[in-house]
């Protein structure tokens, strides 16, 4: 009997189905949902776990860095060369490699590991300028340490690393991808420890130069809450803002300089629609605000600052001016002193801005009385002609809170926040309980200024809205 033969292997040319992966783990798209939800530990530990594990693991572990803590103990390996594993080169090769995975960076100094760990030494290389002294005949990489940085958002501490060092460090991370820069916490050194401390002149003018000379740099978020500089940055700030006149979509400055020197060009940012300032006095203010109209009316967020200044002036030409800009959306505004604001501004508020979400009206200057605050018919028309769309309101009152609300209750019903402003503790607290227990919606957030006594009237509140909507409680947010 012919014994039957083995069929022959027939070769795949390409003609079959390819085989597809069954396991839903292994499978890119699930596994990036997965590691989602793992926090800096958990992707930490996952990417230990296997090789098919590691490198997606590590992708979302870089892609958003909470603290520079990270980089720079990679760099602090290499302070002992000779007893690495990996040459100068290779170190060189993994910086690059998780340097172009990560998408942000926000270092905040005063919560930063740096302080705690080994990496304080590299800190102090990197804000000097010598962070090339870790990688011994290698240099560090042309396109930068985070090529593919998309935010930076940095807040100094200025008692642990000096203005311009501050600014050196930041200079290591700009690159063309970037769109987001933030940078708080620089105001120079303190040079008086009083009631009103003041602060050195931070030169500004290299930090300026590099941001408009670097080719493919187009900022569309730029958050500069920083101190008052030498005469350098009239010089280099007005290039910098017309190099990113037609990509600056949302702009900060906490220094009137900016509104001082540069009201042409921030005028001619032709695509603003978020601008946060400060001005010096209201004349300026009014002036600003006028020029902003003519030029940018499409303006949506503004967030004003008015400094206190000698001589009073009538903020209703501020009112005024900032009635031209119809597409506000969000308004926070500053002032030393508020007027007694009436019914008939409630309603052409409501006819100016017919998208208000958000209106702060608050006082700058603790140490005055801050005028008369807010009239009861000024509250009381609010919720008539703004709140269909209001969501965030922010009211200073007086020293008698319940002369400036309405005497019957009224109800806001979009209302998600509401920030209260007093510079003392009210006289009847247990009114006032029952008071905003009745025109808050019962989901909604309670914040305010107020002094220690005013927690003991948050809880009280907490406690009646819970009564009142079957256990659920008002969420009191203080603010000391």
């Known amino acids: ?23 839903p783990i292994r499978i890119p798209e699930i596994l990036n949902r997965v590691l ?27 892609r958003d860095l909470p603290d520079l803590d990270p980089l720079l103990k990679i760099f602090a390996l290499l302070k002992n060369i000779r007893n ?46 010598k962070l ?17 940085l998309h935010t930076l958002e940095w807040r100094a501490d200025e008692c642990r690393m000096v203005a311009e060092a501050t600014l050196k460090a930041v200079s290591y991370f700009l ?63 007005i290039p910098c803002l017309r190099r990113h006149q037609d990509t600056l979509v949302h702009f900060t400055a906490w220094t009137p300089e900016f509104v001082s020197h540069f009201q042409t060009e921030l005028w001619g940012l032709s695509n603003l629609r978020s601008l946060e300032v400060i001005v010096d006095t209201l004349p300026k203010a009014i002036g ?15 967030n004003l600052s008015v400094l206190p200044s000698w001589g009073r002036h009538e903020p209703q030409g501020l009112w005024n001016a900032l009635k031209r800009l119809r597409n506000i959306t969000k308004l926070h505004l500053e002032v030393p002193e508020i007027r007694a604001l009436q019914e008939e501004d409630a309603r052409s508020m409501g006819e100016a801005w017919p998208s208000l979400a958000s209106l702060y009206i608050l006082s700058n200057y603790k140490w005055s009385n801050s ?24 009211l200073h009152f007086g020293p008698n809170i319940r002369s400036s609300v309405p005497i019957s209750p009224v109800r806001f019903e979009k209302l998600e926040t509401l920030y209260i402003q007093t510079w003392s503790t009210p006289n009847d607290p247990e009114d006032l309980v029952r008071y905003f227990a009745q025109i808050l919606p019962h989901d909604a957030i309670l914040e305010g200024n107020w002094p220690y006594e005013w927690r003991n009237i948050a809880q009280r509140l907490e406690q009646e809205q819970a ?12 603010h000391t």
């Not at 083995?6 to 396991?23: A, H, Q, V």
């Not at 990417?47 to 979302?60: D, N, Y």
């Not at 290698?138 to 340490?145: E, F, I, R, Y």
């Not at 009564?467 to 203080?478: F, H, I, K, Q, T």
Request: charged content about 25%; hydrophobic content about 35%; aromatic content about 10%.
């Open 467 to 478: 009564r009142a909507n079957g256990g659920e409680s008002l969420e009191p947010v203080y």
């Open 36 to 62: 989602e939800f793992a926090d800096p530990d958990g992707k930490a530990t996952i990417a230990r776990v296997s090789r098919g594990w590691s490198e997606p693991a590590l992708k979302l572990l870089w």
């Open 288 to 302: 600003f605000i006028d020029g902003l109209a003519d030029a940018r009316p499409e303006l949506e967020v503004l």
């Open 175 to 237: 690159h063309p991808s970037l769109k987001h820069l933030s940078l708080s916490g620089v105001f120079g050194r303190v040079m008086e420890l009083a009631y009103n401390p003041r602060y050195s002149r931070v030169e500004y003018g290299p930090f300026f130069h590099t941001l408009t000379k670097m080719d493919g740099l187009k900022l569309e978020h730029l958050n500069l809450k920083m101190g008052e500089s030498t005469g350098a940055l009239v010089d280099e700030a």
């Open 84 to 129: 690495s594993r990996m040459s100068p080169a290779e170190k060189l090769e993994r910086i690059k490699t998780y340097g172009a995975w990560v998408r942000s960076l926000r270092f905040d100094a005063f919560n930063s590991f740096i302080w705690q760990s080994n990496t304080l030494e590299v800190c102090r290389a990197l804000c000097s300028g």
């Open 132 to 148: 090339h002294q870790y990688i011994p005949m290698v240099s560090l990489p042309a396109s930068g340490l985070f090529p593919n």
């Open 371 to 394: 005028g008369p605050g807010l009239s009861r018919d000024f509250l009381s028309a609010i919720s008539r002609h703004l709140s269909g769309t209001l969501k965030t309101l922010g």
């Open 1 to 23: 009997m012919a014994k039957k033969g083995r069929p022959k292997y027939e070769p795949d040319y390409g003609e079959s189905e390819p085989i597809r992966e069954t396991n």
